[in-house]
């Protein structure tokens, strides 16, 4: 049973905005914390962007700050992850997961996970 569905994904050039959208089921989305990840090719996945409930709290990893916004409509158990000014290093399957409570960086601590969506930056 898919309970996140990722998409929004693509390829686009250096410079370029992209807007990813995660519809979680209404189980998972209410009064939980959501979060974006990434593994970029040949490492690790990573932290990019988590947001509370309310949406007041935000987080966000360093190399992303300044250029990614998370926000979620609540009325539409959707979170979304804004990319402006893309670089060739964001290139990435994102990933949009859910944990009960606050937000974390750590992968760890999420609870259900989505399937990811391949985003390619081109130089």
């Known amino acids: 049973q898919v309970q996140l569905v990722e998409s929004g994904g693509g390829l686009v050039q250096a410079g370029g905005s992209l807007r990813l959208s995660c519809a979680a089921s209404?189980?998972?989305?209410?009064?939980?914390?959501m979060g974006w990840f990434r593994q970029r090719p040949g490492k690790e996945r990573e932290f990019v962007a988590a947001i509370g409930w309310s949406g007041i709290t935000t987080n966000y990893a360093d190399s992303v700050k300044g250029r990614f916004t998370i926000s979620r409509d609540n009325a539409k158990n959707t979170v979304y992850l804004q990319m402006n000014s893309l670089k060739p290093e964001d290139t990435a399957v994102y990933y949009c997961a859910a944990r009960y409570g606050s937000t974390s960086y750590n992968q760890n601590e999420y609870n259900y996970w989505g399937q990811g969506t391949q985003v390619t930056v081109s130089s």
């Open positions: 209404e189980r998972i989305f209410s009064r939980n914390a």
